[in-house]
């Protein structure tokens, strides 16, 4: 999803670019992106900088370290983080900036990988009312639907409840599927009253299009998924919210992942029941 972020914001105006795999990168060099070699020297030379990666752990390591942003960050920088973290590492890694004199947004975004390739996303910003003002333009650039949520680590919270919600529907209509197809259904009568009635979801159809192209591969992998699944009962634990859904849902998503499908698409949660040798179709 970077990839094509960072591809919009080069429609407008000259990027800079690192990844941590210079091949990811070939495509926006070739359309005139600049490459630098570490984060500490694209951030010697940027006063925006904006930062999409995996979890906490690929966070410290882009943004710490003799080599990170922090070594060569420049006091008027604001630094835009598009990933999908915890509130407390976001405060936490703000708080380390803004000691450096620079600014912290959280913006995580959704929309998936159409989204970010048409810049359609929906972004939900945690910022100071300055920082967002600075930032919105540039978000405008990638996606429909800015929102100003609320202080630092409000974008990475509202993120997370609305993963959260994305995932039991996913489980639902999994579980739905196959218990329709154990009942010797045919899938064509189970996907038009299920995509035509009070069952339809966003993700009842993705579930659908993979059930029958028999396709898996990943979109946003079951190992991400349940990342923001684990980060979304964290915080509800934290937060003394009982989430009771999310906690009786999560043990069984992160069964799936151990099973093996950690790479593969989260759709292949309804394969749960292949395993289990239940009727598959």
Do not use: C
């Amino acid at each position: 999803m970077g990839q094509k972020m960072a591809g919009n914001l080069l429609k407008h105006q000259p990027i800079n670019i690192y990844n941590r795999t210079k091949e990811k990168g070939a495509e926006l060099i070739d359309q005139g992106a600049r490459w630098y070699n570490t984060p500490k020297e694209l951030a010697q030379a940027s006063t925006l900088i904006l930062i999409m990666v995996t979890d906490d752990s690929a966070l410290s390591n882009v943004v710490l370290g003799d080599e990170g942003v922090l070594a060569g960050l420049r006091s008027d920088t604001l630094i835009i983080d598009h990933s999908t973290l915890s509130p407390k590492g976001t405060r936490e890694m703000a708080h380390l900036v803004k000691s450096k004199g620079a600014r912290w947004a959280d913006a995580p975004v959704t929309g998936g990988d159409i989204g970010a390739e048409h810049g359609t996303l929906t972004i939900m910003v945690g910022a100071g009312k300055q920082d967002f003002e600075r930032a919105e333009p540039y978000l405008r650039q990638m996606g429909q639907r800015i929102l100003h949520v609320g202080e630092t680590g409000q974008g990475q919270a509202l993120k997370l409840v609305s993963n959260m919600v994305s995932a039991l529907n996913l489980m639902a209509a999994a579980e739905g599927l196959q218990f329709a197809l154990n009942q010797s259904l045919s899938l064509e009568d189970i996907e038009t009253v299920m995509s035509f009635g009070s069952a339809q979801s966003y993700e009842l159809t993705k579930m659908l299009e993979r059930l029958k192209e028999n396709d898996y591969r990943p979109g946003f992998s079951v190992a991400n998924r349940l990342k923001d699944f684990r980060l979304a009962i964290e915080l509800a634990e934290q937060a003394g919210f009982s989430a009771d859904l999310g906690h009786n849902a999560f043990p069984f998503y992160q069964e799936h992942a151990e099973r093996g499908y950690g790479a593969e698409d989260e759709a292949s949660y309804i394969k749960r029941w292949h395993d289990q040798g239940g009727r598959s179709s």
